[in-house]
């Protein structure tokens, strides 16, 4: 590298600072600039290398007109080894196509950094693609718009793979990666895309795209399916605050012990366990260059009255900030995004945002839609028809999944949003306003500040993403070092302790580990038992086996044969999994309590309503209070606690009664899992609703694929008989498309 002095680095980044302000500079200036970047880019220092890209990304931004700027330009992009960036900045400025020249040597130098596939890789995506070719077991941090999900696929299509897992933590990524897969050729003729339980599949060649909550239901329903390679998004989340931590942990666990091969990703930290890379033989890489630029323009502790400007324009502080938003995203390019903490709040700014846009009335299938399967007074109903959308988790999956693609079409210009947004879902968003410090009941962290800041900008659409902070923020940072609690933590729960292999267990864990063993035979409780009950406190199923023990009436009581148990059994099945088996979290849930989440379970089994008549049983004065508690209901407790609750008491109910009477699997709670799950217990219309597709949507289909018991025969029998889809609508049509 070509030394560069101080004080012209300390003069560059002086520079740089004016341009973010005045979004223009000299000729000379330009130059200068542009020079200093050739030879910071030449750095294997990330932050020099970083400062290189941000001024060759805020140069494109200012779109200087200079013939000779733009040689320069384009001299830095080749050193950057960024090649996309000439054809980015080729359809931001159709003059510098003209004015710069492309020799032989240009196309030599970007040979190197193009696979096979026609896929150009950066330069540290080709320095990940490399390791991984060589290692074969890679964790690595890089910042969001690194791309690191694009190596996933080169990865596959380079790959010799019988079968995969992608393990995503949520479902709008999951969506989102899914349906990328399908539009992929190279892809799509060689692996079958398995993204729910309900597909069949034979003994290779298959893609598994999945939660860790349903990879681990496969790795138990089929002990002998072999992984050869797995990859697991949003890698941060095995230490992250919330429950869902432990089976992310456990997933990684299990498909770590069986893959010959992984890549586990994530955005910004330090370092990955120690333990974890010992034992797995792994690499650890970490990459900061930023190759879509961050400008946060902070206003939260700015006075009253006091200007600020955001690309150009001109603004005054106000005390109220509900009328700060309006006036920013009234006049700031690009898409934005808006971060709120709750999804209460997120609906109110919406509306808010939504009252203001005058001369607006949009119509689109997808409003009709809505009103007609939900509520035309629906909030969502009336922001849309302005051209705004709100985003949280528990909006059904499918109109998710719509919001964000009319987002990245342009269709919606502004959406407000939860973290579901912010972990991992890759829109057209240019800019991201944080109007709040929480996430749910918590202060954002660092982490998560860095994080959504992250989400500003997507590479190949935006040379600068831009952040307005609205409220005083936590310093952003990286996490320290991710630890792996199986093999990092000394004191592990008890929970943990049984589910890890024993040989993996040292100290203080194997002693606990050989004290539940001991205390377990001293309950006369096989630990086999307990440990197929993931992660639900020992002492709860304990206590729920010893009122068995002690209640036997109690077991006569709930005996059932039918399908379902009866009125008064649910009952005391919901009472008893209430006091034994719920967690703090939903014991104390106002929203539901148990008597009215009784009320709602027995409505939904026995009675099948629309999700109309659900969201009219749901209390609330307020149509938006209705609709976004019935989906809470659906998606906290319907498809997420209940099912678990009674997998358990299914277990420990029939144990009790096989040592009592010795009648083994006397009850079977299935059928009422499957049906707070999917809404039937159909095949057919598991298939379909697994798959994504509206309950709206099965209902009108179902009578025609009665008989199908898997999404494949469901999809063989639609092309077989297009008349089956007859008394859908266009637009339904294009759904059903989208998820069969």
């Known amino acids: 590298m070509i030394f560069i002095n101080s ?77 996309l960036y000439h054809e980015m900045y080729g359809r931001v400025d159709s003059n510098y196509l003209s004015n710069i020249g492309h020799g ?34 890679l964790v690595v941090s890089a910042p969001t718009s690194f791309g690191k999900s694009r190596i996933v696929s080169e990865i596959i299509i380079h790959g010799s793979y019988n079968n995969i897992a992608i393990i995503l933590p949520t479902i709008a990524l999951l969506n989102e990666t899914y349906l990328s897969f399908r539009k992929n050729l190279l892809i799509r003729e060689r692996y079958n895309l398995i993204n729910t339980l309900t597909q069949e599949f034979g003994s290779a060649n298959n893609i598994f795209i999945l939660t860790p909550e349903k990879m681990d239901l496969l790795l138990d329903s089929h002990p002998q399916l072999q992984i050869d390679f797995f990859t697991m998004d949003e890698i941060y989340k095995i230490q992250d605050g919330d429950e869902r931590k432990h089976v992310f942990t456990h997933c990684l666990y299990r498909l770590s012990k069986l893959a010959r091969d992984f890549y586990l990703i994530g955005p910004y930290f330090q370092d990955f ?32 009255k006091v200007e600020f400007v955001i690309a150009q324009h001109k603004f005054k502080k106000l005390v109220d900030n509900d009328k700060n938003l309006i006036n920013i995203t009234k006049k700031i390019d690009g898409q934005t995004l808006v971060y709120l903490g709750r999804k209460d709040t997120v609906e109110t700014r919406a509306r808010k945002l939504a009252a203001i846009q005058t001369g607006i009335d949009i119509q689109s299938d997808l409003i009709e839609y809505i009103k ?34 009319a987002f990245n079409n342009s269709s919606i210009n502004t959406l407000v949003c939860t973290s579901t947004l912010t972990e991992g879902v890759n829109t057209s968003a240019k800019n991201i306003v944080i109007y709040d410090n929480s996430k749910g009941s918590n202060l954002l962290s660092g982490f998560d500040v860095k994080n959504i800041k992250g989400r500003a900008g997507r590479f190949l659409s935006h040379f600068i993403g831009r952040v ?55 309950w006369n409780i096989p630990l086999e038992l307990i440990r197929q009950n993931k992660f639900i406190p020992i002492h709860n199923q304990y206590s729920l086996v010893n009122y068995f023990r002690n209640n036997t009436f109690v077991l006569s009581e709930i005996m059932f044969s039918t399908q379902y148990p009866k009125l008064e059994q649910l009952d005391k099945i919901m009472g008893l999994c209430h006091i034994h088996l719920f967690n703090e979290k939903d014991q104390n849930n106002r929203n539901f309590t148990i008597g009215n989440l009784t009320r709602l379970t027995k ?20 149509t938006d209070t209705r609709v976004r508690n019935a989906f809470s209901l659906i998606s906290q407790y319907f498809e997420f606690a209940l099912p678990k609750y009674f997998s358990v008491f299914e277990n420990l109910f029939n144990f009790v009664y096989a040592e009592t009477y010795g009648t083994k699997d006397v009850i079977s709670l299935k059928a009422l899992i499957t049906k707070l799950e999917f809404g039937s217990i159909e095949k057919h219309e598991i298939a379909l609703k697994e798959a994504g597709v509206p309950v ?14 898997n999404i494949d025969k469901v999809k063989a029998k639609l092309a077989l008989n297009p008349n089956i889809i007859g008394n859908l609508t266009s637009y339904e049509k294009i759904i059903l498309r989208k998820y069969v």
């Open 696 to 709: 709206g949507i099965i209902n009108k289909i179902s009578n025609g694929l009665i008989g199908c018991d």
């Open 468 to 522: 307005i902070v609205l409220v005083p923020l936590k310093k952003e940072e990286e996490i320290g070092t991710i630890e792996f609690s199986y093999y990092d933590n000394p004191n592990l729960t008890a929970e943990e302790t049984i589910q890890v292999d024993k040989g993996d267990l040292h100290n203080a864990n194997l002693k606990e580990r050989i004290n539940i063993e001991r205390v377990l035979k001293g």
């Open 7 to 83: 004080d012209r680095v300390k003069t560059t980044r002086k520079l740089l600072g004016n341009l973010k302000i005045s979004a223009s500079l000299s000729n000379n200036d330009y130059k200068f600039m542009l020079e200093s970047a050739y030879h910071l880019l030449s750095s294997d220092d990330d932050t020099e290398y970083n400062l290189g890209l941000s001024i060759i990304c805020h140069v494109a931004e200012a779109k200087p007109a200079d013939v000779f700027i733009h040689q320069l330009l384009f001299d830095c992009i080749i050193e950057s080894r960024v090649f």
């Open 104 to 137: 032989e040597l240009d196309n030599f130098a970007e040979s190197f950094y193009t696979l096979s596939t026609g896929t150009i890789l950066t330069r540290d995506q080709k320095r990940l693609f490399e390791d991984f070719q060589k290692y074969r077991r």
């Open 372 to 405: 007609s399967i939900i509520d035309e007074d629906w909030s969502l109903v009336h922001c849309l028809k302005k051209g705004i959308a709100f985003h949280h988790s528990a909006i059904p999956k499918y109109i998710q999944t719509e919001i964000v693609d």
């Open 603 to 622: 409505f939904y089994i026995y009675r099948s309503p629309s999700i109309k008549e659900l969201i009219q049983t749901q209390k609330g004065a307020k």
């Open 273 to 304: 366990s120690t333990n974890f890379l010992n034992h797995t033989n792994a690499i650890f890489r970490r990459y900061s260059a930023e190759i879509v630029q961050k400008d946060t323009i902070d206003i939260s502790n700015l006075n009253p």
